[in-house]
């Protein structure tokens, strides 16, 4: 099985809709992250949480919320749809070790269509 | 702010040679990380290889190595007998060690095509 799980895989919504987009991990790992790939931009930080009680923003959060349902559990939502919100979506989960933050590890990601 | 910067869009190789992919960092923190992740077509994101900025000695990860050149504030990885199953998107990855943040910040990626 794999370590980090992403549902759903694909999704296909209409603007305005409300989505949530779900990931779990199996590895331990206390923190986790969502960041969001557009084509020839690479990967762009989205929200991250360092434990359950900790959530905070990244480079671009403006339309999106995040939830850390537990350790293992760490959700995306968009309240409102809009198409420039289409993109590759991937979760990530890290380790810290001492002063240090161990190597990101990648769910398959979710793509989304925002009609 | 980091900023990562890969300068080849897209590069080719036949299989069985060796190609070599560019990455150039901007940062003004001494202690960072750098990686090098695979996306192939599956869209998965593999880790290749990676590099703490404080050890002197490449990193080196059977048929790929780098190339870090702390000073240039450069890092590059080679891929020695290159294999169809290479194909795929390369970003190269920057992590402030110790940071607030701890988010990777990306390069634009450079799109490999291993041709038979």
């Known amino acids: 099985d794999a370590d980090v799980t992403q549902t759903p895989r694909n999704r296909i919504t209409k603007t305005g809709k409300r989505i949530m987009l779900e990931c779990s991990q199996t590895k331990g790992h206390d923190r986790m992250y969502w960041y969001r790939q557009d084509p020839g931009l690479g990967l762009r930080l989205i929200y991250y949480s360092f434990d359950v009680k900790d959530i905070n923003k990244g480079e671009i959060s403006d339309g999106y919320s995040v939830s850390r349902q537990a350790q293992a559990k760490f959700s995306l939502s968009l309240e409102s749809a809009i198409p420039n919100q289409t993109a590759l979506y991937f979760c990530?989960?890290?380790?810290?070790?001492?002063?240090?933050?161990?190597?990101?590890?990648f769910g398959p990601g979710t793509r989304l269509l925002v009609l | 702010a980091q900023t990562v910067t890969q300068s080849q869009p897209e590069m080719s190789v036949q299989e069985a040679e060796t190609v070599t992919l560019s990455c150039t960092y901007d940062t003004s923190e001494s202690n960072y990380y750098l990686f090098w992740y695979k996306q192939p077509p599956s869209r998965q994101m593999i880790l290749v290889i990676r590099q703490e900025a404080y050890k002197q000695q490449n990193a080196t990860e059977n048929r790929f190595s780098v190339n870090f050149q702390k000073a240039a504030k450069s890092f590059s990885l080679k891929i020695s007998d290159s294999q169809l199953g290479d194909t795929a998107m390369y970003f190269c990855?920057?992590?402030?060690?110790?940071?607030?943040?701890?988010?990777?910040?990306f390069g634009k990626g450079t799109k490999l095509s291993v041709k038979p």
């Open positions: 990855a920057f992590l402030n060690y110790g940071g607030s943040q701890g988010n990777l910040i």
């Open positions: 990530a989960t890290s380790i810290e070790i001492g002063q240090g933050v161990e190597t990101q590890y």
